[in-house]
C-alpha cells in the first residue's frame, strides 16, 4: 500500500494527507513507539480529533482494501507505464519515463534533452481541450505528472493515452522534433 514497502525499509515515521480520507481534510503521522513516545510537551495538530474525517479515513482504508486497489494501482500502473514508454519510443520530445504505481512522470524535452516547457504549455492546452487534465512538476517543470485514481480501468488509460498521443504528435510536428 505504500512506496517505502517496495523497498524492504522499516521506517521510523511516515506521513500522509489527502489521499487517506479520499480528499477530506486530514494529515496522518505514523511512528514507531519509541519515536512517539519520545514526543514530550503539548502537541498541536490542525486536523487532529475530527470523528468525521477519521471515519471518512477508515471507510476510505476499507474500500481500499475491500477492492483491492493497491493491487489495481500496481497492475494499471504498469499498463500506464508500458505505455507511456511507447510513446518516449515513438516520439523525441519524451525524454524519459519514469515513477511507480500510478504515479508516472513523462519528461518533455528539445532536441539536445534540454528541459521544453514552451511544449508542456502547448501540451495542457491540447491535453485540455480533449477532456484530460494532467499536472507538472519536475526541477524545470517540464515533467507532465500523470497520477490518475486507484479505481483506474484499462479503457480509461487508454482514452487518457490517446488525449496524450494526440496532444504529442501535435506538438513534435508544429516543431518538427
Not at 26 to 48: N, W
Amino acid at each position: 500500500m505504500f512506496g517505502i514497502e517496495h523497498w524492504g525499509v522499516e521506517p521510523d515515521i511516515m506521513v500522509m494527507a489527502k489521499g487517506a480520507a479520499n480528499g477530506a481534510p486530514i494529515g496522518v503521522t505514523i511512528a514507531t513507539p519509541e519515536v512517539a513516545d519520545s514526543l514530550k510537551g503539548p502537541h498541536l495538530s490542525t486536523f487532529g480529533g475530527n470523528p468525521v474525517t477519521a471515519t471518512t479515513a477508515l471507510a476510505t482504508i476499507e474500500v481500499i482494501e475491500r477492492k483491492n486497489l493497491a493491487w489495481n494501482a500496481k497492475r494499471m500502473g504498469d499498463y500506464l507505464k508500458d505505455r507511456l514508454n511507447g510513446l518516449k519510443e515513438k516520439y523525441r520530445i519524451v525524454g524519459e519515463v519514469r515513477g511507480m504505481g500510478l504515479i508516472q512522470g513523462i519528461e518533455i524535452v528539445k532536441e539536445k534533452k534540454e528541459p521544453a516547457l514552451d511544449f508542456v504549455a502547448e501540451i495542457f492546452e491540447s491535453t485540455r481541450e480533449g477532456g484530460l487534465l494532467i499536472g507538472r512538476g519536475g526541477l524545470y517543470g517540464n515533467v507532465i505528472r500523470i497520477t490518475p485514481p486507484l479505481t483506474v480501468e484499462k479503457a480509461e488509460i487508454d482514452h487518457a493515452l490517446l488525449i496524450l498521443d494526440r496532444a504529442f504528435e501535435k506538438i513534435s510536428s508544429s516543431h518538427l522534433v
